[in-house]
């Protein structure tokens, strides 16, 4: 878990002092929900998008775009994670692909012929 980040409530809270901010409540509550799951767990934005309910964008967007706007130390953090994500991806793609082979019946070497 991330040390150091105030609690979801009181970032929204400081965001609205003063007249308010450009995004909706409901859209910074997402953003912090979705930044901090990431960082906590380190899943992918594919991931994040399931257990959330929105788009592979719409996460995209809330951690590159939004978070950056208003917590810029949450946001090289979660960026970290996505970068590793990145990294790691033909690994994850590779052992997919490997198990799927795995579970298919082998041919005989006669029909091969």
Not at 15 to 44: A, F, N
Not at 58 to 83: C, G, S, W, Y
Not at 91 to 109: D, H, I, Q, S, V
Request: glycine fraction near 8%; charge should be positive; hydrophobic fraction near 35%.
């Amino acid at each position: 878990m991330a040390t150091g980040h105030i609690n979801l409530q009181a970032q929204v809270n400081m965001l609205h002092k003063g007249g308010g901010g450009p995004m909706h409540d409901y859209i910074l509550q997402r953003v912090m929900e979705i930044s901090t799951y990431i960082l906590e767990t380190g899943y992918t934005v594919r991931q994040a998008a399931q257990i959330f309910g929105v788009s592979k964008s719409t996460v995209h967007k809330d951690i590159t775009e939004r978070l950056p706007q208003f917590n810029t130390q949450l946001a090289q953090e979660v960026r970290i994670v996505l970068e590793r994500n990145k990294a790691e991806r033909h690994l994850r793609g590779g052992e997919a692909t490997r198990r799927k082979y795995m579970n298919e019946p082998k041919l005989p070497m006669e029909t091969l012929m």
